[in-house]
């Protein structure tokens, strides 16, 4: 049985370069056995983003959804192969994902100037992880759900020459700038009866890759699913398989 308990905890401690706020990001980590930082085996990343329900400063809920099993990090546990990083945000506008205000069902959107002060802390960690730590950096992938499906969006827009597969859920992105994506391998997941995030973030996303010659994107949408769409997506039939395949030239 998964333990997904003794994944390890730690916190990232992040200052905002312009006003000079500090803050404690926490996050929680999984490596695989006999993993060493120092060691000449490289391994695939993944770096997770969870929805408004997990917010907070446990560094508990971010590696379940809403208090139940996140089947997809479970998936990746019992694999023994891939780091896992999960960062949690706390409960507060300015720290979440995206800078929304809770308004999720904003969907599509332009992308601000600067990221919010909880993304600019997720990249910081990220960017640690990648420095540190022994990261296969052709197989690094990002996921996210709900409001983790906005900033797994956001990130991989922001930093699109990092990251080799994506995996966004009942999420929404910036399609004005979906030019920068193409050469990424995406699987997005939405259900269309969503009443929270709109299906048009999804299906936006999809439309506008195609249009600026993306070939690598695949899209699943599930017609009677409502904003649960992590529970069908996660036991989609070769996903994993599919995510692990992936890597940059």
């Not at 006999?34 to 929805?51: C, I, Q, S, T, V």
């Not at 969006?153 to 994506?166: G, K, V």
Request: proline share 6%; net charge negative; glycine share 8%.
């Amino acid at each position: 049985m998964v333990n997904v308990d003794a994944m390890a905890r730690g916190v990232q401690e992040y200052t905002d370069p312009e006003t000079g706020e500090r803050f404690d990001l926490p996050y929680r980590a999984y490596f695989p056995t006999g993993y060493d930082a120092k060691g000449e085996k490289r391994y695939p990343m993944l770096f997770f983003l969870h929805g408004h329900g997990e917010c907070g400063t446990d560094n508990e809920q971010q590696i379940r959804v809403l208090h139940k099993e996140n089947r997809l990090i479970n998936l990746i546990i019992e694999r023994d192969d891939c780091i896992i990083v999960a960062p949690q945000c706390p409960c507060n506008i300015k720290y979440e994902w995206v800078p929304l205000a809770h308004a999720w069902s904003t969907g599509s959107r332009e992308l601000t100037e600067k990221p919010t002060a909880g993304l600019s802390a997720a990249m910081a960690l990220l960017d640690r992880f990648l420095e540190s730590e022994a990261v296969d950096r052709k197989r690094l992938y990002a996921a996210g759900i709900s409001m983790g499906g906005y900033g797994m969006w956001e990130l991989i827009t922001r930093r699109p020459e990092l990251f080799a597969a994506a995996v966004p859920v009942c999420g929404a992105g910036i399609p004005s700038l979906a030019s920068r994506l193409t050469d990424i391998a995406i699987w997005a997941f939405h259900g269309a009866a969503d009443p929270t995030v709109p299906v048009s973030g999804s299906r936006d996303m999809a439309a506008a890759i195609a249009a600026a010659g993306g070939t690598k994107m695949r899209y699943t949408e599930y017609p009677a699913v409502d904003h649960n769409c992590w529970i069908p997506a996660y036991r989609e039939e070769g996903l994993v398989d599919w995510l692990f395949a992936q890597s940059k030239p």
